[in-house]
């Protein structure tokens, strides 16, 4: 079975850094896309915001973060460790959310191979003075 856990939230003064983690353990076969999204207090209808993606393709990568952190997160990973990261720098109070991880799993079990998206249960990203 799949489990995917964030870690790295925390409390931090507006232009502080922050890196959060994104770990998946269980019979993985491969990361196909890694996704960060946000939810902020008192986000209207529960909507989670995509923050940063990478989408693993049969020969290339591509990546896409939302307009308003461009320049400021990076998303990357350790496939060989099923680890994902976003490395927040210059942050704001308008960042303050809880942050999901999102992960497109291929994994094997007998003899079929399965595609399914997991998320994991958020970390508090907090920016205030």
């Known amino acids: 079975q799949v489990q995917v856990m964030e870690s790295g939230g925390a409390l931090v003064h507006p232009g502080g850094s922050l890196r959060l983690s994104c770990t998946a353990s269980?019979?993985?076969?491969?990361?196909?896309?890694m996704g960060w999204y946000r939810q902020a207090p008192g986000n209207p209808g529960d909507e989670r915001e995509l923050?940063?993606?990478?989408?693993?393709?049969?020969?290339?990568?591509?990546?896409k973060y939302a307009d308003s952190v461009k320049g400021r997160f990076t998303i990357s990973s350790d496939n060989a460790d099923n680890v994902v990261y976003l490395q927040m720098t210059n942050l704001k109070s308008e960042d303050t959310a809880t942050y999901y991880c999102?992960?497109?799993?291929?994994?094997?079990?007998?003899?079929?191979?399965?595609?399914?998206?997991?998320w994991g249960k958020g970390t508090q990203v907090t920016v205030s003075s």
């Open positions: 999102e992960l497109g799993i291929t994994t094997r079990e007998g003899g079929a191979v399965l595609d399914a998206d997991y």
């Open positions: 269980g019979n993985i076969e491969r990361l196909y896309a």
């Open positions: 923050v940063a993606r990478i989408v693993n393709g049969a020969r290339s990568s591509s990546t």
